[in-house]
Structure formats: C-alpha cells, structure tokens
C-alpha cells in the first residue's frame, strides 16, 4: 500500500512562487502515475496536473498551464509541483494521489487509488 504526504504549501502574495512536495512510502513509486488536484472552499476538486511514470509527459489544466510545472524523481519517490505566478484563484488545499491504471483521464479523481491528506495554500495580499 502506498502512503503519500505533501507538504510545501502555505501563505503567499499574488504573483509569488510556492513548490509542493509529494512523498511517498510503503511502495515504489515509479509503477504510479501521480496527479494533483486541488479543492476550494465550497469547490469540487479539479484537476491541476499529473505526470507520467517515468516523467515523459505531464499534463495541465489550462488554469494553471504555463504557471505551473510538474516533476518528479522516482529514486527519492517524490513528485513535485513548481507553483509560479500564483493568483488569489489558486487558493485551496491541494493533493496529490497516484492510479496504476489508465483507464480514464488523468483529471478523473476517482480513478486515482491514494491520496495524500493535502496541504493549503493561500494566496493573498
């Protein structure tokens, strides 16, 4: 079974920079897919980005395309998220989770196995 963590969030002025990190433990990581999502108050939680197994492709939501960039290195069993340019609308806790199977989009929530317990961030002046 695989446990995630993130950390990395926090308060930020608009137009500042954040990177979430994702760890993961009890399994490897490089058999997973790894997307994050996010959820505002009162929101449905969407999809930010996901990254492939082997990191050869990365996805975005056209929200954050061009702000934010996924990474991720499967010897430290670790995904990032490079959060530049950040907007009040980027306020929500974020999560990352991780599916083996790709049978749906990668921004389907419920096709993803396990999840992370989320981190907040805030954007604000």
């Known amino acids: 079974q695989l446990q995630l963590v993130e950390s990395g969030g926090g308060l930020v002025q608009p137009g500042g920079s954040l990177t979430l990190i994702c760890i993961a433990s009890?399994?490897?990581?490089?058999?997973?897919?790894i997307g994050w999502f996010r959820q505002a108050a009162g929101k449905e939680r969407e999809g930010v980005s996901c990254?492939?197994?082997?990191?050869?492709?990365?996805l975005y939501a056209d929200s954050v395309k061009g702000r934010f960039t996924i990474s991720r290195d499967n010897a430290k069993n670790t995904v990032y998220l490079q959060m530049d340019s950040l907007k009040p609308e980027d306020t929500a806790v974020y999560y990352c989770a991780s599916r083996v199977r790709y049978d749906s989009s990668w921004y389907v929530a419920a096709s993803y196995d396990y999840w992370g317990q989320g981190t907040q961030v805030t954007v604000s002046s």
């Open positions: 990254i492939s197994r082997r990191g050869r492709v990365s």
């Open positions: 009890g399994n490897t990581l490089e058999y997973h897919e």
